[in-house]
């Protein structure tokens, strides 16, 4: 877009105009509804307010305009992500599933960047790699949960505090422990596509424990809690059979 452009520019001349041609069909569809909109707006002389449609908040601002699209509900659930211990590039990448804006193949299909035919799950033929799929659906995935005795169905992907709640370990670290493994479950689907390098359960759990345990300094104040978690993954690490986070 053209940065010197005015706002009485853009509406005189349409608002596709300015962008660049590389658009999706979903982008493309997006800009004419918007456009369609603004052909009502009419502008005076009369100095620009910037004003906020919401019920108690007249004056705009990003964080009550976020609010108000996504609904102080998600925005509080989101408040579980970014308040863990776990570094920002993890944080980032569970607030992106919260949204279901990772860049899965299907995902990727969506948006008109791969074809149907590149949008099926590297392991399991023929079936369409979405977050909930690489996360509950797919084999690799249900081997790792096995192997912890957790039951993910496909409405907690996108919901990682809700996984695991039953767990009867200290609850101060579950949200860090249960995205840290959906962090590693995303990596080894990274590996296996780029890299042709496949992991099984044992890989994702030992490079879980790994990072807990390069990461302890982060949880001074919770080490206790922490401590017990990694003891539980050594266990699941080790064993064959169902866990019991009680030993």
């Not at 569970?94 to 804006?101: E, I, N, P």
């Not at 949008?119 to 977050?131: A, K, L």
């Amino acid at each position: 877009m053209f940065p010197d452009i005015t706002v009485r520019e853009m509406l005189a001349t349409g608002i596709l105009h300015q962008l660049r041609p590389r658009l999706t069909c979903a982008a493309r569809t997006e800009g004419r509804v918007l456009q369609d909109c603004l052909q009502h707006i009419s502008l005076d002389d009369r100095p620009d307010a910037r004003l906020l449609d919401s019920p108690g908040r007249p004056t705009f601002s990003s964080r009550d305009a976020y609010r108000a699209i996504q609904g102080e509900a998600l925005e509080q659930d989101a408040m579980r992500i970014w308040a863990t211990w776990l570094p920002t590039k993890v944080k980032f990448f569970s607030w992106l599933l919260v949204r279901g804006r990772l860049n899965t193949r299907a995902y990727l299909h969506h948006r008109n960047i791969r074809t149907l035919e590149d949008s099926c799950c590297v392991h399991c033929n023929g079936v369409s790699e979405t977050d909930v799929h690489i996360f509950s659906g797919c084999r690799r995935a249900q081997e790792v949960w096995s192997r912890l005795g957790v039951s993910v169905q496909a409405g907690l992907v996108r919901r990682p505090w809700d996984i695991g709640a039953g767990i009867p370990l200290p609850d101060a670290v579950r949200v860090d422990a249960i995205v840290l493994i959906l962090w590693h479950l995303w990596k080894a689907r990274n590996a296996a596509i780029f890299d042709n390098a496949n992991s099984n359960s044992t890989d994702v759990l030992c490079r879980v424990a790994r990072d807990l345990d390069s990461w302890a300094s982060r949880y001074k104040k919770l080490q206790t809690a922490a401590q017990a978690w990694r003891a539980w993954l050594s266990h699941c690490i080790s064993s064959t059979s169902p866990p019991n986070p009680l030993m």
